[in-house]
């Protein structure tokens, strides 16, 4: 009997400090479209999918090297990636470039680009819409949904900053918010 | 890889007309081009190796492209480029001299060719295009 009682206090007790660390960081369920999953390769021909970053917030850049417009942005995702990567963000550049990594790479060294870059293909393409134009970059929450897309340099570095700023602090990357289901299956009276 | 929706290229190139040729001599073509305003390609030589020049090509028969001619380019100073960079804009033609070989087959017939281009504007980039240029032959 005072097991179970045991068991029960603990369970709740779990279940209270789950739901305390949602709301202390102002958790919620993203209401956002999902972005389109991907497998792409990165220079070193390692796989690389949007799943992987599950948790992050993610600047992902659809790009090329024949566009001049996106060397403006690329400077301004440079410094995104320094300043915020260790709180739970990352910057994702894939090159649209036809010519593949013996265009991009060269590239990339000339730049110092110090995010990782991935090389796009017709199927990401088309998963996104088609990217009639380049740059064209999206927002996306820690929980993989689009929080925003901009076409073209559409907004300034501060913009940029701000909006990523606002999403990092909708949730914490230490501390992920255990789903709703998870607290209701965890407080059920006798589950243990 | 970049796919581009219909209707959205900002580049046109007028109908060609008719190109008469002598068998054995030489006659020039234009292509006609024109931009939507706003927007730029390169040139044949922009002067950075990341952009992509326009090229104008031309098969190999009935008639021998001699030479194509670009024309001038305008140096523009656009935000992402510390130099200028060499493009055209508006409308702008581009020149050809075609060689009828001397046994060339008389009569009507067709001359086509490719214009690969690649259009921005200050804030976007277009997928590079490769369009295809026709022009009719009377060879006489």
Known sequence: MSKTILGVCVTLTLAGVLVWTGCAKKARRSSAKPAPEFSLKDASGQTVRLADYRGKVVLLDFWATWCGPCKIEIPWFMEFEKEFKDQGFAVLGVSMDEDGWSAIKPYVQNMKMNYRVLLGNDAISTAYGGLDSLPTTLLIDREGGIASTHVGVSMGKEEFKDAIVKLLETTSVSAPVAPRDTVAVLARPGSR | ???????????????????????????????????QPGFHVNSNMPGDDYLIPIRLTWNKDPLEAEQVTYPKPQMEKLSFSPNPISVYTGSFEIGTRFKAPANAMPGMAFMNGKLRYQACNNKECLPPRTVDVRVTLDIQ
């Open chain 2, 1 to 35: 890889m970049l796919a581009q929706a219909p209707g959205s290229a900002v580049l046109s190139i007028a109908p060609a007309t008719k190109l008469t040729i002598q068998r054995g001599a030489t006659a020039d073509f234009a292509v006609k081009a024109e931009l």
